[in-house]
């Protein structure tokens, strides 16, 4: 019972039926060719491209209810080689007329042959409706971009992206020689302004005799945010830097990249795993022999993917020798939100020799009780050539908990001062900034008897009877694992697994 209406005014006898109605459709535009109820009005493809752009546009109107909607524009094109290629871009018409256009790179000098369709879509598939005769059209090289001169060499393109996605930033510059006495050592230099404001610049060196020639440069750019980049070409003279062009700041938007996924297990993620400087997944380096450092060194990258993801965390390191002797270390960390966080471990490795490694990331996954495995890594070969001191082999192969530190400060005019404080080591194994963050616990302790501009030192006795000076990390990591063995043979001697531990002592002077 639906009635057919046409979607524009019709001067139509009224003895003549829908059949004609299609072909009397009044719509004020041109009709250059029409079939199935569409109407071909206008056609616009250039004779001669001379910027490397081709951009053809028909121009197109539906007169019936059932005149195709979704339809496509395709060009062919034949190269003056004889090489085809062709584009296409699909478009849904509405009532209106419509112009639908293309736009495609012609670089190739020489004559083309262009042959344009419009076609209709027809349960996936595109069936021609009209087809123009075949245009000929001519192609010029566009003429270079000059964006400056100096010093013989002619600036012709710059490419500096204005998004980055990866992480990386990939800028390029294209040059041309225009004398044959311009400078051949040459630099591209990147200056960038993160978005918390510091500086930072790279820069790379190129030899280059060519006429036409590239300089690029890739940088990470990790940091989200709008950065500002400036570019700088310039000649290297015996090591120092003479500018020729200074390409002004142009602005940068860069997003954090895609987090990595290593492995999943439920809802936790492993992002990422470094080993002595070896980032996983090392399949080129697990057997082979790897020269490392006299410090194991191992941090893994976690992320939490849901609320009811595991929150305690552990990354255990076992080391394997020649002897077959097997030793461990393990580190725990609370990790509560949803962003990656990583969990760092250092440990010795006593003797020269081939060791093998392998790490494992654990976790409470909810009964309290005990840790379990949630991710085994493939073993790694380290090849270590020089052994550890005594001393850097009381290094931690354990985890370190919350130590209570009393210090004592003898004064002239007060005699001694004892001042005693937790510090917080449970959530990391060895840390950059652990003299840092002590001096500051002992300046807040003794804030009365000490000065913010008084200087002082920090001494222990160590099992030799000694006083050791404490001034750098690894010195209160020493400290710090001396004081844990003297906790561990109270605790063995006493029976008790965990026996009260006493303070670790440590004397304050002035200097």
Do not use: C, Y
């Given at each position: 019972n639906a009635v057919k209406m046409p979607l524009q005014p019709m001067t139509l006898p009224a003895d003549e039926g829908d059949s004609k109605a299609e072909e009397h459709c009044d719509i004020g535009l041109p009709r250059l060719m029409q079939k199935d109820a569409l109407v071909l009005c206008g056609i616009d493809i250039p004779e001669r491209?001379?910027?490397?752009?081709l951009r053809v546009i028909v121009?197109?109107?539906?007169?019936?209810?059932?005149?195709p909607a979704d339809i496509a524009l395709i060009v062919r094109d034949t190269l003056p080689t004889g090489e085809r290629r062709a584009a296409a871009v699909y478009r849904t018409l509405g009532e209106e007329a419509e112009a639908v256009g293309l736009e495609v790179p012609m670089t190739e000098a020489g004559l083309?042959?262009?042959?344009?369709?419009v076609a209709k879509k027809i349960d996936g598939e595109l069936v021609e409706v009209f087809l123009i005769e075949d245009r000929l059209l001519h192609v010029e090289n566009p003429p270079a971009p000059n964006f400056g001169e100096s010093r013989g060499l002619c600036l012709r393109g710059i490419d500096c992206p204005t998004v980055v996605k990866d992480g990386m930033l990939r800028c390029i510059v294209a040059l041309e020689r225009l004398d044959l006495d311009s400078p051949v050592s040459l630099a591209l230099i990147a200056r960038n302004r993160l978005p918390d404001g510091t500086t930072r610049a790279a820069v790379v060196r190129r030899y280059v005799e060519d006429l036409v020639f590239t300089l690029g440069i890739e940088v990470p750019?990790?940091?989200?945010?709008?950065h500002s980049v400036e570019l700088i070409v310039a000649e290297d003279v015996e090591g120092s830097l003479v500018p020729i062009f200074v390409i002004p700041n142009r602005s940068v938007f860069a997003s954090n990249p895609p987090m990595p996924r290593l492995m999943e297990s439920g809802s936790v993620v492993l992002c990422g795993v470094d080993i002595c400087g070896t980032r996983f997944p090392w399949s080129s380096y697990c057997n082979a022999p790897y020269t490392a450092p006299c410090k194991l060194n191992a941090t893994?990258?976690?992320a939490r993917t849901w609320d009811d993801a595991p929150k305690d965390f552990a990354l255990l390191i076992r080391c394997v020798a020649e002897n077959g002797e097997c030793k461990s270390a393990i580190v725990r960390r609370d990790i509560k939100g949803l962003i990656p966080a990583t969990i760092g471990l250092e440990a010795p490795l006593e003797a020269a020799g081939t060791y093998v490694i392998t790490a494992y990331v654990l976790a409470d996954l909810g009964n309290g009780e005990h840790l379990e495995e949630v991710f085994a890594l493939p073993s790694l070969t380290l090849n270590v050539s020089a052994a550890l001191n005594s001393r850097e082999i009381a290094h931690p192969t354990f985890a370190i908990?919350?130590?209570?530190?009393?210090?004592?400060?003898?004064?002239?005019?007060?005699?001694?001062?004892?001042?005693?404080?937790?510090?917080?080591t449970a959530?990391?194994?060895?840390?950059?900034?652990?003299?840092?963050?002590?001096?500051s616990a002992v300046r807040s302790s003794f804030r009365l008897e000490l000065s913010p501009a008084s200087s002082f030192r920090l001494t222990y006795t160590d099992d030799e009877g000694d006083d050791v000076v404490v001034s750098s990390d690894s010195e209160v990591v020493d400290a710090l694992a001396l004081h844990?063995?003297?906790?561990?043979?109270?605790?063995?001697?006493?029976?008790?697994?965990?026996?009260?531990?006493?303070?670790?002592?440590?004397?304050?002077t002035r200097v």
């Open positions: 491209v001379n910027e490397g752009l121009a197109l109107k539906r007169v019936w209810h059932d005149a083309h042959v262009l042959t344009v369709q750019l990790t940091e989200a945010g709008d893994v990258a976690l908990e919350p130590v209570s530190i009393k210090i004592a400060l003898v004064d002239a005019g007060n005699g001694t001062v004892i001042r005693r404080f937790t510090f917080p959530e990391r194994f060895v840390s950059d900034g652990m003299f840092d963050e002590l001096i844990h063995l003297h906790h561990r043979r109270n605790s063995d001697a006493s029976g008790a697994s965990s026996a009260p531990g006493r303070a670790l002592r440590m004397s304050l």
